[in-house]
């Protein structure tokens, strides 16, 4: 990790909280059914943006929200320029069919990501409908893969390096750049 003196930071605890907060109101305007949402998240810090929500969308709704993983690995069309990773079990309530999935993630760079996440969640079966949350959008898209929801947008040079920090995980809570 680099030395924290220089990091920049995105988003304090406080700004961060208000855009969960943010994001979970507008989560609740555009999905009329919660019954019928499933919140997927991406490994690894989208397993606990996936826990998150689902607390705040109970908390703001009464609705215990579905969630799920999906580990894109195996997926992905640039394993051997990425490199691999601990692979995380993915865990999807099924069937899929006939839900609105939440696709969740803390930061979208090349979109490759969220492309070998969405084949991956195909190879579960075809649901209603397939959304993306991400807490930071970083532009540089090889895919022209936009999401539904972002928490901020920021624009960064290929070299630098985004990080959401989460208090449950890491001790700290914000989005640097490293």
């Not at 580990?71 to 490199?83: A, K, L, S």
Request: hydrophobic content about 40%; charged content about 30%.
């Amino acid at each position: 990790m680099s030395n924290k003196s220089k990091r920049i930071v995105i988003q304090t605890e406080v700004e961060l909280r208000k855009t969960i907060s943010r994001l979970t109101s507008e989560i609740i305007e555009n999905v009329k059914n919660l019954d019928n949402l499933l919140l997927v998240g991406i490994p690894t810090r989208g397993i606990n943006l996936v826990e998150v929500f689902g607390k705040q969308l109970f908390s703001k709704t009464g609705v215990k929200i579905k969630k799920g993983i999906i580990d894109p690995t195996f997926y992905r069309d640039d394993q051997n320029r990425v490199g691999t990773r601990l692979i995380k079990a993915t865990n999807i309530p099924t069937p899929i069919e006939k839900q609105e999935i939440l696709l969740i993630d803390d930061v979208i760079y090349t979109g490759r990501t969220i492309r070998a996440a969405i084949d991956a969640l195909y190879s579960w079966g075809r649901p209603q409908r397939v959304m993306l949350l991400v807490m930071v959008d970083r532009g540089h898209r090889e895919l022209p893969i936009q999401p539904d929801f972002c928490g901020i947008r920021v624009s960064t040079s290929k070299d630098e390096c985004i990080s959401l920090r989460l208090n449950n995980v890491d001790n700290e809570e914000g989005v640097f750049i490293e």
